[in-house]
């Protein structure tokens, strides 16, 4: 059976000041950097065999530190579908102004929805697996990202709202009929 392990970015400067980022292109501040350097041997007792990261900085920095730290060579794949959450005219905004939003269900242009970054993640994780069956595939993305796996794998424990922190590492194993279960959440 395939795993896959997602491991949310280190710290950006939008993360510290609590803003909302999506697709905003921001990198790792240093303390992020940091928690990437710390974060590497938690990740050290499995045998990669692919590596994803989201095309956005912050994700591709952390997969590049944590990489370095345990000498793994694989060549990193880009992978959009694995890029965070579209949040549209929320991006920049506070995040007390984007739970209201989120809590109230607004439509906004440009936000993507739920169910959509659900699809689109599930899309991506699929087709990882497909791609690499039965392999041990380590993902590097975002909040949003890792939300939407636990959200469609276990809607009754996990929504959008429930909290992640920077370097969380989420591993689900798949069972080759479609079916994802959560192993761990770290």
Known sequence: ??????????????NRIERVQGKTDNPLNNNGKDQATKAAPKLKDTQWDVIY????????????????????EERIHLEDGFAERNFGPLEGGNYDAFREAMDNKLE???????????????????????WYPGKNILVFCHSHVIKAMLTS???EHYNFRSPLANLAIVTFEYDGNGNYQLLSIE
Request: glycine share 4%.
């Open 1 to 14: 059976m395939a795993q896959i392990t997602f491991v949310r970015h280190g710290q950006t400067e939008w």
């Open 53 to 72: 990261s989201s095309p956005l900085i912050r994700a591709l920095q952390t997969a590049q530190i944590i990489c370095d730290e345990l000498d793994i």
């Open 108 to 130: 906004l242009d440009g936000l993507e929805t739920e169910t959509e970054i659900m699809t689109r993640v599930r899309t991506a994780a699929d087709k990882a697996i497909e």
């Open 153 to 155: 794998v276990d809607p």
